[in-house]
Nanobody, 128 residues
């Protein structure tokens, strides 16, 4: 069964850090673009960061640029989202998605946002 499972969320104070994991089962992440998305209560799901399958190029939303880092560990079949300097506005459920197309990474972020098959996600709460 093809599945992505998000983990690593939690409650953190403003300025703190978390590392989210997106683990794949049933397929190999090496050949997929991967994206992280989030949805806050009452808001639409938004693309946070994506990484391409071929050259590892990355895309970040302006709101997280310089604070978040996406990376992939193909040996562990996992993609990570390192989140530093967290802000209350980062509070949301975070999801990951995968797509086998090898297009420009920003385009892939848009495509995955529209076509992604969403799992349970992982809750991130930034609060003092």
């Amino acid at each position: 069964q093809v599945q992505l499972v998000e983990s690593g969320g939690g409650l953190v104070q403003p300025g703190g850090s978390l590392r989210l994991s997106c683990a794949a089962s049933g397929f190999t992440l090496d050949y997929y673009a991967i994206g992280w998305f989030r949805q806050a209560p009452g808001k639409e799901r938004e693309g946070v960061s994506c990484i391409s399958s071929s050259d590892g190029s990355t895309y970040y939303a302006d709101s997280v640029k310089g604070r978040f880092t996406i990376s992939r560990d193909n040996a562990k079949n996992t993609v990570y989202l390192q989140m530093n300097s967290l802000k209350p506005e980062d509070t949301a459920v975070y999801y990951c998605a995968a797509d086998p197309r090898d297009w420009a990474v920003q385009a892939m972020c848009v495509i995955m946002g529209l076509t992604g098959s969403w799992g349970q996600g992982t809750q991130v709460t930034v609060s003092s």
